[in-house]
T-cell receptor, first 114, second 116 residues
């Protein structure tokens, strides 16, 4: 069964420092992986996805994610955090097949302090 | 292009009542999925509709149902509301195209349902 896990409930970083939000996956077949962000009282916004190809995926708002097959990880990164990046972040994996069902991790709250 | 819209944004109901939530997908998107978000259970998949047919269903009781219309708009209905149904209900739409798998889903702002 497809699943993702986010080992940290909360990540705290200082503004201007690099940030990493961790995600590990367990999938059968080729992994397809997504990152979403949710701001308070808002729906989820798509950040980036890994389908195949380069292990470093660039996405919206300066975020990128590194796919590591040997460690079954897909960590979200940003070189320099902004206070406005503070939000709830989810990684997700679709179930096998071309369908609109995503399995989400439990979410990681990112707190960026000025 | 307009995003996914959901109405109403907020609802307060009492136990035993029923509720209908509406979702209008992005123009051209034919797949609509529904999710329930709660602090305890996180984001859980309810069901997905494509071309007016339910294509996938999550592990929810039969009180939760949905449908999709010919213009891809979707509704979900919850009957005999329980306190535990209080949640943020999110709708997402995606473009389905031949040969392209796992197009990203675009989410609406959600409907906050409170059951008293």
């Amino acid at each position: 069964a497809q699943s993702v896990a986010q080992p940290e409930d909360q990540v705290n970083v200082a503004e201007g420092n690099p940030l990493t939000v961790k995600c590990t996956y367990s999938v059968s077949g080729n992994p397809y992986l997504f990152w979403y962000v949710q701001y308070p009282n808002r729906g989820l916004q798509f950040l980036l996805k890994y389908i195949t190809g380069d292990n470093l995926v660039k996405g919206s708002y300066g975020f990128e994610a590194e796919f590591n097959k040997s460690q079954t990880s897909f960590h979200l990164k940003k070189p320099s955090a902004l206070v406005s990046d503070s939000a709830l972040y989810f990684c997700a994996v679709p179930i096998a097949g071309n369908t609109g069902k995503l399995i989400f991790g439990q979410g990681t709250t990112l707190q960026v302090k000025p | 292009k307009a995003g996914v819209t959901q109405t109403p944004r907020y609802l307060i109901k009492t136990r035993g009542q029923q509720v209908t939530l509406s979702c209008s997908p992005i123009s051209g998107h034919r797949s609509v999925s529904w999710y329930q978000q709660t602090p305890g259970q996180g984001l859980q998949f309810l069901f997905e509709y494509f071309s007016e047919t339910q294509r996938n269903k999550g592990n929810f009781p039969g009180r939760f149902s949905g449908r999709q219309f010919s213009n891809s708009r979707s509704e979900m209905n919850v009957s005999t509301l329980e306190l535990g149904d209080s949640a943020l209900y999110l709708c997402a739409s995606s473009l389905v195209s031949t040969g392209a798998f796992y197009n990203e889903q675009f989410f609406g702002p959600g409907t906050r349902l409170t059951v008293l």
